[in-house]
């Protein structure tokens, strides 16, 4: 796919997070360790303007990092491997996967300033649990093991088994959230390609969207910060869903917003 880069000049610069390749399990082992992301969730944000810049996992506590930050206008959290429960201070379960221990000290840096600055937010399946960390809250480890009563949310699209547009099952989404306002309240058909998921909120978060076995789907700042996330995988169904496309547009809007005050604001120095 060609981009018009041109068109997209005054577009807000969105970082991407990358994961370490070897994360993602089955990798020849005399392959150099490699940063990579999806094409679907850049594609699914430069459709809507945004200028997409890929993060390396450098050290989260090196400037760096930060220079890095300085330089967006928003910030996108993808799916991803599972979260390492040291980054909340657990035991591993033993059902908790592969993680990627640099790709969670990066997210939850880049989140954690991005909450005293209100930079907006998109976080997508990982990106929401990363999104409820850095606000203080916890996670299972894995649903079927921890959370009775809990659907399939393990819809995988591994083998042919499912694709990865397959409406698992719906979420209700709650009456005045900016998910509302984008989707709609109510139900909502949703993808789900999950087996961890969010356990205690954050304080500085609300739920905004349950699964119908009580678990949070999606969660928002609710102060006014542009922070929003999604259990499920929308850039799987942006391409034939307008609403869901709507998602990524409001979030480009608002670092294009962010991008002009904090423009203004240097202009002003």
Not at 14 to 31: E, K, R, W
Not at 128 to 137: D, E, K, P, T
Request: hydrophobic share 40%; charged share 20%.
């Amino acid at each position: 796919m060609l981009l018009n880069v041109a068109s997209m000049s005054s577009g807000p610069t969105i970082g991407i997070p990358t994961q370490n390749l070897q994360s993602i399990g089955g990798v020849p082992a005399d392959l150099p360790p490699s940063w990579v992301m999806s094409h679907r969730y850049i594609l699914a944000l430069v459709a809507e303007g945004g200028i997409p810049w890929m993060i390396p996992l450098l050290d989260a506590g090196a400037g760096t990092l930060r220079e890095i930050y300085d330089r967006l206008d928003g910030i996108f959290l993808p799916g991803g491997a599972d979260i390492d429960p040291d980054s909340y201070s657990e035991e591993r379960h033993p059902k908790c996967e592969t993680s990627d221990p640099a790709r969670d000290a990066v997210e939850l840096r880049l989140v954690s300033w991005a909450m005293e600055d209100h930079k907006p937010v998109l976080g997508i399946c990982r990106g929401v649990q990363i999104m409820n960390l850095a606000a203080g809250g916890t996670l299972y480890q894995d649903l079927a093991e921890q959370f009775p009563g809990s659907l399939k949310h393990d819809y995988y699209p591994f083998g042919g088994k499912y694709s990865r547009e397959h409406l698992a099952h719906e979420v209700t989404v709650h009456p005045g959230s900016r998910l509302a306002a984008i989707f709609g309240e109510g139900k909502l058909p949703v993808n789900s390609m999950h087996h961890q998921g969010i356990h205690a909120l954050g304080d500085a978060l609300v739920a905004t969207a349950h699964a119908p076995d009580g678990l949070i789907e999606a969660a928002e700042s609710p102060e006014g910060h542009w922070m929003v996330g999604v259990q499920w995988h929308p850039e799987a169904l942006a391409e034939r869903d307008h609403l869901t496309r709507r998602l990524f547009g409001e979030f480009v809007a608002a670092s294009r917003s962010h991008k002009q005050e904090r423009t203004t604001g240097l202009a002003a120095r």
